[in-house]
């Protein structure tokens, strides 16, 4: 298996511009997460999904930010619009569930920066 | 009072050492922990977790798990300058893993 895939890995965009992030979880994994990094707040859930319906949204930061999963083997970060503090990586994970030891597994990451 | 706390480091060991890397928790409910490994520029991947107290061995990699003390360790035997990455510390609570900041370490040669 390839992975959990992302694109692009580097984004850079002006502010007030519309940004769409991608991933592909790993075949066969029920849940999909959005994590977002930084250095002045680590790893943050965004909000994650199980069988491509959304349960947790409660990081997603403000009605800025929106996720979508229309199916198993795809999602969608849109950030609209965009703003200087949301330069950020990026990571979607996935995993084959939330019992005890369920890895989550992370993809390469999008570095965002917004200008 | 952060969910979960680490010491931001750098922490610098010899190669060689036993390099010590905790971590605490404020939810007494959790009941799964894990130690993901970040080189700079990648993405975390999972070293390791452990949910039952006591120690929890994996080659060169112990994880101790402290409930009533509410606090997670990670020992790195025979460090390597390989190890040298951020440790991220996770503890999954309400279905949902809460990652520390990290711990940076440095083995140096």
């Known amino acids: 298996d390839a992975g959990v895939i992302q694109s692009p890995r580097h984004e850079v965009t002006e502010m007030g511009q519309e940004v769409t992030l991608r991933c592909k979880p790993i075949s066969g994994h029920d849940y999909l997460f959005w994590y977002r990094q930084t250095m002045m707040r680590g790893l943050e859930l965004l909000i994650y999904f199980n069988n491509n319906v959304p349960i947790d949204d409660s990081g997603m930061p403000e009605d800025r930010f929106s996720a979508k999963m229309p199916n198993a083997s795809f999602s969608t970060l849109k950030i609209q619009p965009s703003e200087p503090r949301d330069s950020a990586v990026y990571f979607c994970?996935?995993?084959?569930?939330?019992?005890?030891?369920?890895?989550?597994?992370f993809g390469p990451g999008t570095r965002l920066t917004v200008l | 009072q952060k969910e979960v706390e680490q010491n931001s480091g750098p922490l610098s060991v010899p190669e060689g050492a036993i390099a010590s890397l905790n971590c605490t928790y404020s939810d007494r409910g959790s009941q799964s922990f894990f130690w993901y490994r970040q080189y700079s520029g990648k993405s975390p991947e999972l070293i390791m977790f452990?949910?039952?107290?006591g120690d929890k061995e994996d080659g060169r990699f112990t994880a101790q798990l402290n409930k009533a003390s509410q606090y997670v360790s990670l020992l790195i035997r025979d460090s390597q300058p390989s190890d040298s990455a951020t440790y991220l510390c996770?503890?999954?609570?309400?279905?949902?893993?809460?990652f520390g900041a990290g711990t940076r370490l440095a083995v140096h040669p």
């Open positions: 452990i949910y039952s107290n």
């Open positions: 996770a503890v999954r609570g309400y279905n949902k893993l809460i």
């Open positions: 994970a996935s995993s084959l569930g939330l019992a005890g030891g369920d890895e989550q597994f």
